[in-house]
C-alpha cells in the first residue's frame, strides 16, 4: 500500500484555520486521497477526498499539490468539535483493493 | 455514502466465551465489508474483508478462526471474537467501502472488554 506521512500532532486556535499537511511521495496515478477524521470512542468519520483537483465541501476543503506528492486538508474555522486525530489515506482506484489502511494520523488540539 | 449500524456500542463478557457484533449497512447493498481494531492511543488496523456470500479474506497476523466473519446477506456482517481473552479487548469498528464520489462509512465502533 502506498504510505503518507502525516505530523504526529498540530494546535490551533478556535475560528482559526488548519492546514493539516500529508506527504505521499509514493502515490500512483490511481490513488485517491481520502480524509477521515476520529473524535475520541467513535469510529472514523468521511472528511473529504480527491483525485488531482482541489475539493470543497461543507466541512473543509482538500488542497492537492500539481504531482500529487502532498496534499493538505484545509478547516477554514477550527471549532472545539474539530479536535481529533485525521487521517490522510490513499484509496487505490485503479483495482479491486478497497481497502483503507490507516497510519498514526495526526491528532490536532483546538484551543479555545 | 452508506448508512451503517453497528451493535453493540459496548460489551463486557467473560474469560472464554464469545461476542458476536454486527453491522448491518442501512442502506446500500455491500458486498463488502471491513472488520479493524482499535487498541487505546492506537491507530486502526485491519483486521479482514468480510465478502457478502464467500469467505472473508483475513490481514497476515489475524487469526481466522478466532475471528469469526460472516457475510450472509448484502447489508449484514458479523464479527465473532471466539474464546474471548483479555487481550481481545479493544475497539471492533467496521466499514462499508464506497467508490467514486462517496468515502468510506464506518461504524460507531464496539467497546469489547473481556473480565
Known amino acids: 500500500d502506498a504510505k503518507t506521512t502525516q505530523p504526529n500532532s498540530m494546535e490551533s486556535n478556535e475560528e482559526e484555520p488548519v492546514h493539516l499537511p500529508c506527504n505521499h511521495s509514493t502515490i500512483s496515478g490511481t490513488d485517491y486521497i481520502h480524509w477521515y477524521r476520529q473524535l475520541p470512542s467513535q469510529g472514523p468519520e468521511y472528511v473529504i477526498h480527491g483525485l488531482t483537483s482541489n475539493v470543497n465541501n461543507r466541512m473543509a476543503s482538500l488542497a492537492i499539490a500539481e504531482d500529487r506528492k502532498s496534499s493538505t486538508l484545509i478547516l477554514h474555522r477550527a471549532t472545539l468539535r474539530d479536535a481529533a486525530v485525521y487521517y490522510c489515506?490513499?484509496?487505490?482506484?485503479?483495482?479491486?483493493?478497497?481497502?483503507?489502511?490507516f497510519g498514526k494520523g495526526t491528532l490536532l488540539t483546538v484551543n479555545p | 455514502g452508506a448508512v451503517v449500524s453497528q451493535h453493540p456500542s459496548w460489551v463486557i463478557c467473560k474469560s472464554g466465551t464469545s461476542v458476536k457484533i454486527e453491522c448491518r449497512s442501512l442502506?446500500?447493498?455491500?458486498?463488502?465489508m471491513f472488520w479493524y481494531r482499535q487498541f487505546p492511543k492506537q491507530s486502526l488496523m485491519l483486521m479482514a474483508t468480510?465478502?457478502?456470500?464467500?469467505?472473508?479474506?483475513?490481514e497476515q497476523g489475524v487469526e481466522k478462526d478466532k475471528f469469526l466473519i460472516n457475510h450472509a446477506s448484502l447489508t449484514l456482517s458479523t464479527l465473532t471474537v471466539t474464546s474471548a481473552h483479555p487481550e481481545d479487548s479493544s475497539f471492533y469498528i467496521c466499514?462499508?467501502?464506497?467508490?467514486?464520489?462517496?468515502?468510506?462509512?464506518f461504524g460507531s465502533g464496539t467497546r469489547l472488554t473481556v473480565v
Open positions: 466499514s462499508v467501502p464506497s467508490t467514486g464520489s462517496y468515502g468510506y462509512t
Open positions: 442502506d446500500f447493498q455491500a458486498t463488502t
Open positions: 468480510s465478502n457478502e456470500g464467500s469467505k472473508a479474506t483475513y
Open positions: 489515506i490513499l484509496r487505490d482506484g485503479g483495482g479491486s483493493n478497497y481497502k483503507l489502511t
